[in-house]
Structure formats: structure tokens, C-alpha cells
């Protein structure tokens, strides 16, 4: 395997416009209250600086599932609000993510004529269970970032919630 094929299937890149200021797009990833109302409900709670803590809380529902009162945790990397985030972020669905590093993931947002582009940049190398739920091949876990970005702007746009 070169070091083209492994980025391939080891970085995760989704990319959405979203009518919207590239501040509210930020609000909207980095607030409790908003992320609490877009992709799996999941409050988020970011320390919004380097060394920082990220931690998205579990619902209802994926406490019925097994998963404890954190679905998500990690670090903030760098932060440059409205522009870009870098954190880890480490999945505790399950004892399949328990062996696997936590990933870099990275926010990227850019005024683009009026609009924002959003972009997310998901390294999940050595990570094979991760890769599959954020990608979304796994059916029964939710559709991944292509589920949480369509939400979002779905929400920002419309002020509704993407339905089930």
C-alpha cells in the first residue's frame, strides 16, 4: 500500500455550504445548545483553547445501548474561532473503541460569497471502528458526518431538526 491509498481510506474528508456566517456555523459546532439540537443530540461541551477538554454527552437513548454518560471525549489541538478547530476525538460506543487511539479531527470553515463552506477532516487511522461509524457503514449506528453535517445545516438554514 502506497501512502496515497492509505490516506485515502484512513482520512475521512465531508464538505458542506451552508447559508449561514461562518460565526454561527461556529456557535453551532462549539455550543451544548446547539449540538444538543443537530445530528445524535449529543451536547458537546468544548474548553475552547489548546490542551482544552471536548466532551460530547450520551443521550438517552445510547445509555439504553450500553454507551456511558460520555459518547465522545478528546482535546482541543488549536482553536482560531470562526476558522478552524483541531481536536482528538476518541469514541467510548463499545469495547471495539476502547483498543483504538483517538483520532484527529479537524473543523475547517470559510466564508465562500455569502455562504460558509464547512469543511471536516476525520484522520481515523489505526482506527477501524471509528472509520466505520463516522463514514456511516454502519447502519444501525446513525449515517456519520454526512448524517450530523446535513443536520446542522439543515438547522441553521431552516431553524427545523433533519428528521428520522
Not at 11 to 34: C, G, K, L, M, Y
Not at 47 to 69: C, I, K, N, S
Not at 114 to 122: C, E, K, S, Y
Amino acid at each position: 500500500m502506497n501512502a496515497t491509498t492509505r490516506n485515502a481510506t484512513t482520512t475521512q474528508v465531508f464538505r458542506v455550504f451552508i447559508n449561514a456566517t461562518p460565526e454561527a456555523v461556529w456557535d453551532a459546532i462549539t455550543s451544548p445548545e446547539w449540538t444538543a439540537r443537530y445530528g445524535y443530540l449529543t451536547p458537546a461541551h468544548y474548553e475552547l483553547r489548546p490542551g482544552g477538554t471536548y466532551r460530547a454527552l450520551a443521550t438517552d437513548e445510547m445509555r439504553q445501548y450500553g454507551v456511558g454518560e460520555v459518547a465522545v471525549d478528546g482535546e482541543v489541538l488549536e482553536c482560531d474561532p470562526p476558522r478552524r478547530l483541531v481536536q482528538t476525538w476518541k469514541a467510548r460506543f463499545g469495547p471495539e473503541f476502547e483498543n483504538e487511539p483517538p483520532t484527529r479531527l479537524t473543523w475547517e470553515i470559510d466564508a465562500e460569497g455569502g455562504i460558509t463552506r464547512l469543511t471536516v477532516i476525520h484522520d481515523v487511522a489505526d482506527a477501524p471502528s471509528t472509520a466505520a461509524i463516522v463514514s456511516g457503514d454502519v447502519a444501525e449506528a446513525g449515517g456519520g458526518w454526512a448524517w450530523v453535517l446535513s443536520s446542522l445545516k439543515t438547522l441553521l438554514e431552516t431553524g427545523q431538526t433533519l428528521g428520522r
